[in-house]
């Protein structure tokens, strides 16, 4: 089944200790993206990666690093999280190119920072 | 830099009533236009898009959207509404070519009453 997996689903942390988000997919996309959800501003996005490698801040990248050593993988990495990355968290992936660069989302991690 | 603007932040309709929502997007090149559903507790997931050619497009659930270029808006419709499209709505916009980033609108919550 194609899928984008996101671990963990809910996580609890205190500000400053390191947290990795795994995301992961099975659809050979090139194209994957972190998006974190807040109330009344909708989808912002965070960091996309056009492929191994190849990586962009998108419109929120502070307090946040990726890394894409393979294609399949895009975790999210926050060296030392503030309250204010509570949110909700999705990942996403597409082939990017002419008409599929529709979005395919992971089920999402709720992360609060006390 | 591209924007979306989604202009109803919740609407509350009775079951079979009409529905429109309202999307538009600024962005000086040619686009790709998405309409994205979350269920409550669920990821996003593709209602429609809009690539080329007839700008009214049908999805699944019996949603379809326009795009009007001149009024640069990509509205979503449903003639009648069931208790079960109760989710939230997002518009999305990404620039055609290449692996382009998606703007996503803020978001229209949508309850429907029985």
């Known amino acids: 089944e194609a899928q984008v997996t996101q671990n963990p689903r809910y996580l609890i942390t205190v500000t400053g200790k390191k947290l990795t988000v795994t995301c992961s997919q099975n659809m050979n996309h090139e194209y994957m993206s972190w998006y974190r959800q807040d109330p009344g501003l909708g989808l912002r996005q965070i960091y996309y990666?056009?492929?191994?490698?190849?990586?962009d801040k998108g419109d929120v990248p502070e307090g946040y690093k990726v890394s894409r050593k393979e294609k399949r993988n895009f975790p999210l990495i926050l060296e030392s999280p503030s309250p204010n990355q509570t949110s909700l968290y999705f990942c996403?992936?597409?082939?990017?190119?002419?008409?599929?660069?529709?979005?395919?989302f992971g089920q999402g991690t709720r992360l609060t920072v006390v | 830099a591209q924007s979306v603007s989604q202009h109803n932040h919740h609407v509350i309709l009775s079951e079979a009533a009409s529905l429109e929502l309202g999307c538009n997007y600024s962005y000086g090149g040619t686009v790709n236009l998405f309409w994205y559903v979350q269920y409550p507790g669920q990821h996003l997931q593709l209602l429609l898009k809009y690539f080329s050619g007839d700008p009214l497009v049908k999805g699944i659930k019996g949603f379809e959207a326009e795009f009007i270029k001149s009024k640069f808006s990509f509205n979503l419709r449903k003639p009648s509404v069931q208790w079960s499209d109760t989710a939230e709505y997002f518009c999305?916009?990404?620039?055609?070519?290449?692996?382009?980033?998606?703007?996503f609108g803020t978001g229209t919550k949508l309850q429907v009453i029985p």
């Open positions: 996403a992936s597409s082939l990017g190119t002419g008409e599929n660069t529709e979005a395919f």
């Open positions: 999305a916009v990404g620039p055609q070519g290449g692996y382009q980033k998606v703007t």
């Open positions: 990666s056009m492929n191994v490698e190849v990586t």
